[in-house]
T-cell receptor
């Protein structure tokens, strides 16, 4: 059973600041790592995927992966009120179809 | 942009009744999934489906649950005899294949069992 742990928050940041989200996972066989954004009452929306150690940037989002430390993070730069949501970390392994999700970190961006 | 669709958006049923939740995965995707999320809890994997058979299922996916691809586009989840604890959001997802492929989620069906 893969365990995926996230700080539940809430994380409150002022508009324009950087929001930093953390995720740890228990299964060393995990190969693929995803960040989903979930607005209240809505479905998870994929915002980032990362498979190799290091950083991956996409617009205002940067994902960081450290497999040795079993740690993946998400940075949101220039946070906007529209970024207010719950961010879900999800992992799977190369031959494992299912995604294992963390409980999510709720982010509130203050205008 | 292609997307996963689900119907109905909200289903209310009486305990003990059968419900069928419907999904249309993205057309060129080969792997289909059902997840559920009880209010305030994690998204949980239920089942994955490939080549007209179940690839993997969780402990939640007991004999009360079944999945089917009745035609070339629909993917359904049936709950035979609903319980109060089946009340949740049910999400369908799909992707191209195994390995690192991203999964894309439908909007969900909110199931309320009374």
């Amino acid at each position: 059973q893969k365990e995926v742990e996230q700080n539940s928050g809430p994380l409150s940041v002022p508009e324009g600041a950087i929001a930093s989200l953390n995720c740890t996972y228990s299964d060393r066989g995990s190969q693929s790592f995803f960040w989903y954004r979930q607005y209240s009452g809505k479905s998870p929306e994929l915002i980032m995927s990362i498979y190799s150690n290091g950083d991956k940037e996409d617009g205002r989002f940067t994902a960081q992966l450290n497999k040795a430390s079993q740690y993946v993070s998400l940075l949101i730069r220039d946070s906007q009120p529209s970024d207010s949501a719950t961010y879900l970390c999800a992992v799977n392994s190369w031959f494992d179809y299912k995604l294992s999700f963390g409980a999510g970190t709720t982010v509130t961006v203050r205008a | 942009e292609p997307e996963v669709t689900q119907t109905p958006s909200h289903q209310v049923t009486q305990m003990g009744q059968e419900v069928i939740l419907r999904c249309v995965p993205i057309s060129n995707h080969l792997y289909f999934y059902w997840y559920r999320q009880i209010l305030g809890q994690k998204v949980e994997f239920l089942v994955s489906f490939y080549n007209n058979e179940i690839s993997e299922k969780s402990e939640i996916f007991d004999d009360q649950f079944s999945v089917e691809r009745p035609d070339g586009s629909n993917f359904t989840l049936k709950i035979r005899s609903t319980k109060l604890e089946d009340s949740a959001m049910y999400f369908c997802a799909s992707n191209l294949g195994q390995g690192p492929n991203e999964q894309f989620f439908g909007p969900g069906t909110r199931l309320t069992v009374l």
